[in-house]
């Protein structure tokens, strides 16, 4: 499917700030926003929601937490008791570092699995942009245009919020 | 975005903008490899070819290769392990522990930090590997039950649970250090000419675009990474620190271990981040983002981590004589005076009285100074472990098996060659991969905008410091620094 965007580019985060607030308020809708780097309460200002990785990343932690302890209380304690230095089958102190351990590695493999599954970013051989200076130092807004849109209008809101150049671009989205 | 603050030094020097970040960064990554980049490859890769020698001697004639002996079971492998694990850890602790603390000079010194720590475990991990002997049935430390019928491995040993300390911190510092890498892998591929680089880095970029929802998710990770890895990074060495305390080995079996050996690992860490940080700058041209202030805080973290190391060595032989345990004097007062006294002495100077230097000014900001410093420092640490290790082996219960430990050749040339692993490592990576976290390093740009005359600066380097400048910023933008603080 082909989109058709207007691209406002910015040179300034400040001023990018500034225009997705007045963009916003125009009513205009804003596709998605490019920068070269994570910028202080965009999204806030976008109206991101907060991300629910954390409370993902909590609930891989307890699974981890969970298996551990499961693990070294049937191996140790049921399936093969073993007597190591005295102590009783199931030395819980003795099982604190492997299941900390095992958490930390649930959490963080379950949560950055997530992230990447959840944005879609995986190995691809091209990756198309919007704007390559997107990556460099340029903030890109794009906005989704159709027949009913107004360009002359779009462009000179675009301008007047400190956009440096308004471009047009088709964008195939696989 | 950033309070400008009126008092602290600018992070980055030079006036750069957003652009100039991304140029000086993948500069090094774009231009053919230079002539003193092929020339410390083939030494790097001479030494990789000692330690591949080693494996092999070790590998088929089997651990009698090495010097250890009836009473001294482990002595360079478990040095050099602990050595390494230990220089890993600042890498950890700037990219995690920095950021929950909001010092945002890590930026441009954490990709660098971080890609040393990885470096460092998989040259750490080659060492309780070989000590196997078979390193092909390595697989038996993991929770398998064996061939001989249902007995599984015990959970209650702390080489065990090194395991999976250090497999955890392994994988998850990779992770990491390569979701950090992610954003700048597309800046060079969106800039990239070739046909092979464009393809390469657009898979290793994984298709990000840098999209306001990404980055939000990303700082997300980034967060909680940092939160997990902080008490992660803590147990690791905390759990190394067991192997030794928990046996009942006179000068091993010490309850001040776990403090101690984090510190020290920070010590050593922070060391070797300030050789490699110190070469990287000068090599790649990057003094305006590693500048005199990051080498100083570095020195900083050096000497109070050195510090705590001191105040634990004198903690140790207060204990074993306060303990009244004969065996546990004996252990420490042999440490000082027996035959292994100049090891000790040499870690006492290196580790203990030559970072004090750095409580003087002009030593925490000279290039040289610090340079050496650093270097006699990971050789104060490597001493440390061989100390602990050796002289508390070579004499303990039973005087009648009393021995010395010395190297062969093939010890010494599995640790060199672990030196070849590093920096043929270190090497690659600074050739293919951005050193420098271009993104952060954006992120912290403009605290090099110099607002007004309140700033102070007393030192001679920073010449742009009184210019008022808005590099970045369009001089009609409508700038409101406070905002988004």
Not at chain 2, 98 to 119: C, D, G, P, V, Y
Not at chain 2, 210 to 236: F, M
Not at chain 2, 413 to 430: E, K, Q, S
Request: glycine letters at 6%; a neutral charge.
């Amino acid at each position: 499917m082909t989109k058709r965007f207007a691209l406002g580019i910015f040179d300034d985060e400040d001023v990018l700030m500034h225009a997705i607030e007045n963009v916003r308020a125009a009513g205009v809708k804003i596709y998605e926003v490019f920068t070269p780097f994570p910028i202080h309460g965009i999204d806030d200002a976008l109206g991101i929601e907060r991300s629910r990785l954390p409370i993902a990343a909590f609930f891989y932690g307890m699974c981890g937490l969970a298996f551990a302890l499961w693990m070294q209380i049937y191996m140790l304690g049921f399936d093969w008791p073993m007597i190591i230095g005295g102590k009783p089958h199931i030395a819980l102190p003795a099982f604190i570092p492997v299941s900390f351990e095992l958490t930390v590695f649930f959490t963080c493999h379950g949560m950055v699995i997530t992230f990447y599954a959840i944005s879609k970013l995986y190995p691809r051989w091209r990756t198309p942009v919007l704007d390559v200076r997107s990556t460099d130092d340029k903030f890109v807004m794009a906005i989704e245009i159709n027949e009913s849109t107004d360009l002359n209008n779009l462009s000179k809101l675009l301008r007047e919020n400190g956009a440096s150049e308004v471009n047009e671009k088709e964008m195939t989205k696989n | 975005m950033q309070h400008v603050s009126p008092v602290r030094e600018p992070l980055v020097t030079g006036g750069k903008s957003y652009h100039d970040v991304t140029q000086d960064v993948c500069r090094q990554v774009e231009a053919a490899p230079n002539v003193r980049w092929m020339a410390a490859l083939s030494v790097a890769l001479f030494f990789l070819g000692v330690f591949l020698y080693s494996v092999y001697r070790t590998l088929w004639y089997g651990i009698g290769e090495w010097g250890l002996n009836k009473t001294v079971g482990w002595a360079w492998d478990i040095t050099n392990f602990v050595w390494w694990v230990g220089i890993g850890h600042a890498g950890t602790l700037i990219s995690a522990v920095l950021l929950l603390f909001r010092q945002k000079w890590r930026s441009s010194i954490n990709r660098a930090a971080e890609a040393m720590t990885i470096f460092a475990v998989i040259c750490a991990a080659m060492f309780p590997v070989l000590h196997m002997g078979r390193p092909w049935l390595a697989y038996w430390v993991f929770p398998l039950q064996n061939t001989f019928g249902s007995l599984w491995v015990n959970f209650n040993s702390p080489l065990l649970w090194d395991v999976f300390a250090i497999s955890t911190y392994f994988t998850v510092s990779l992770v990491f250090w390569y979701t950090g890498l992610v954003p700048d892998f597309a800046t060079i591929r969106d800039r990239a000419k070739g046909p092979i680089a464009k393809v390469a880095y657009s898979l290793l970029s994984m298709g990000w675009t840098g999209s306001a929802k990404h980055w939000s998710r990303y700082e997300t990770v980034s967060l909680i990474l940092a939160g997990v890895s902080t008490p992660l990074v803590l147990s690791v060495h905390t759990i190394v620190s067991m192997d030794f305390a928990t046996s009942v080995v006179p000068g091993w079996h010490t309850t001040i271990f776990p403090p101690y050996f984090v510190a020290g690992a920070i010590f050593s860490g922070f060391a070797m981040v300030l050789t490699l940080m110190l070469i990287t700058r000068v090599v790649f041209k990057l003094e305006d983002y590693i500048t005199m202030e990051h080498i100083a805080l570095m020195n900083k973290i050096m000497m109070i981590t050195g510090s705590i190391v001191g105040v634990a060595y004198i903690t140790e032989f207060f204990i074993a004589w306060y303990s009244q345990v004969e065996f546990e004097q004996y252990a420490f007062i042999n440490r000082a005076t027996g035959p292994y006294w100049w090891a000790y002495w040499s870690m006492m100077t290196c580790n203990v009285i030559t970072p004090q230097l750095v409580w003087i000014r002009k030593v925490r900001y000279s290039i040289p100074l610090t340079f050496v410093l650093s270097i006699i420092v990971n050789i104060g640490m490597w001493f440390e472990r061989f100390v602990i290790i050796v002289t508390s082996l070579h004499r303990d219960y039973l005087p009648s098996s009393w021995v010395m430990f010395s190297p062969t050749i093939i010890d010494i040339g599995i640790y060199v060659g672990t030196m070849g692993l590093f920096f043929t490592l270190f090497l690659l990576f600074a050739k293919f991969f951005p050193v420098v976290n271009m993104a952060e390093v954006k992120t912290v740009l403009k605290y090099t905008v110099d607002n007004g005359p309140t700033y102070t600066g007393h030192d001679p380097h920073h010449d742009l410091i009184h210019k008022p400048t808005t590099h970045g910023v369009p001089a009609n933008a409508p700038v409101n620094y406070n905002k988004h603080d």
